[in-house]
């Protein structure tokens, strides 16, 4: 029985998978939310520190909601640390909100490995103002005043590294601020 139900939760995820991807996406100027203050979010992260939007203010802010079994999100990922490490020193702060059921940490922790900047899980927020995405990977671009300035969805080519930075990179510092905020 737990076969049975197991495959058809994969087929409904993999179902699922197939319209977001067949979706088509950009970063929505005219989206709900765009132009608007972010969300609160707080939220202890994998390495048992604690991520909070409203202590990043003065940085660029990068927020990705994901999950384990979504693929296109496990390939955004490296992406978003390329992008981390080049820009971090300019002002560029990155959180990754899983929205993996908490029986799923172990898969969690895994992907995450090798990522600089924080995780969470959405299920552990104390604070969470953003609604639960439709469709995933969703990202969001928050400026150094808390207000989104890019939002994400999903495409059928995926994210690229030159989508992010474009929108990014026009909220950043423009000489270096040395090391980046602590965690």
């Avoid at 969300?39 to 660029?60: E, I």
């Avoid at 604070?127 to 995933?136: E, Q």
């Avoid at 270096?176 to 965690?183: F, Q």
Wanted: with cysteine; proline share 7%; hydrophobic share 50%.
């Amino acid at each position: 029985m737990l076969d049975v139900t197991r495959r058809r939760r994969v087929a409904a995820l993999a179902s699922l998978a197939v319209l977001v991807l067949a979706m088509p996406a950009r970063a929505e100027s005219q989206a709900a939310g765009v132009g608007q203050a972010a969300p609160a979010f707080s939220a202890p992260t994998l390495d048992a520190r604690v991520v909070d939007l409203d202590a990043w203010r003065g940085h660029a802010v990068i927020v990705n909601f994901w999950a384990t079994w979504c693929a296109p999100c496990r390939k955004e990922l490296p992406m978003f640390e390329s992008v981390y490490r080049d820009e971090r020193a300019r002002g560029l702060e990155v959180v990754a909100i899983s929205l993996d059921d908490p029986a799923a940490l172990k898969d969690v922790h895994t992907l995450a490995r090798g990522l600089s900047f924080p995780v969470a899980l959405a299920h552990d927020a104390t604070r969470n103002g953003f609604k639960t995405p439709d469709a995933l990977p969703l990202t969001y671009v928050i400026d150094a005043r808390g207000v989104i300035r890019a939002r994400f969805t999903p495409r059928r080519s995926g994210l690229t590294k030159d989508d992010v930075l474009a929108a990014v990179r026009p909220l950043l510092m423009t000489t270096p601020a040395g090391a980046s905020a602590s965690h």
